[in-house]
């Protein structure tokens, strides 16, 4: 199977997604399929109106969801705190994906928000971007206006001991070299 393929790599396939979910459907089959892929989670962003059956169905599968915010492109979460007051009063298994380039393109903090929201933030999607709007761009790390090394602090202090992605969205045909910057600039912020 593809998932014995990446265990015999050593990679760790913690999660799936971003899983978009429009409909009763889609919401049984991102379960079904993070219940084959044999994940704990789901990085995710139902409708509005699905939440209480997300929730039901986190339930029954002891699943968590992530639900990823999107930034000021998306009226679909676009911060944290969007999604901490859709499910602040939920199963403590509803969590957030804080994307930290969508969070300061849509004007946040996203150490502040961690901190904030540190019960429920599940996964993280790490990146720098090249300015604080929308039309904000993904940039390597340690070029763009995300304060890493004070965000680093910040999940050191809160004992964040969930996974940070990288999520590089630039140069889509030949992103290695980015990635393998970004990666050197987050491992040297860490260390």
Not at 39 to 66: F, H
Not at 102 to 117: F, K, L, N
């Amino acid at each position: 199977s593809v998932l014995e393929k990446f265990k015999s790599a050593g990679i760790n396939v913690y999660t799936v997604g971003v899983i978009y979910m429009k409909s009763q459907q889609a919401v049984d089959q991102a379960f079904e399929y993070a219940k084959m892929a044999g994940v704990k989670m789901i990085v995710g962003a139902p409708d509005y109106n699905l939440i209480p059956y997300v929730e039901k169905k986190v339930k029954d599968y002891d699943i968590r969801i992530a639900i990823h915010n999107h930034g000021p492109d998306n009226p679909l979460f676009p911060n944290a705190t969007d999604i901490w007051n859709n499910i602040k009063d939920l199963d403590p298994r509803m969590g957030i994906c804080l994307d930290i380039g969508h969070t300061v393109r849509d004007g946040q903090d996203p150490s502040m928000d961690v901190e904030r929201y540190k019960k429920r933030i599940f996964d993280i999607h790490i990146k720098d971007v090249t300015a604080a709007v929308k039309e904000g761009k993904t940039v390597e790390m340690g070029r763009g206006i995300i304060d890493i090394p004070r965000f680093v602090t910040t999940l050191r202090r809160i004992k964040y001991n969930g996974i940070c992605s990288l999520e590089y969205e630039k140069d889509m045909k030949d992103p290695i070299a980015g990635i393998a910057e970004s990666i050197g600039y987050f491992k040297g912020v860490m260390a």
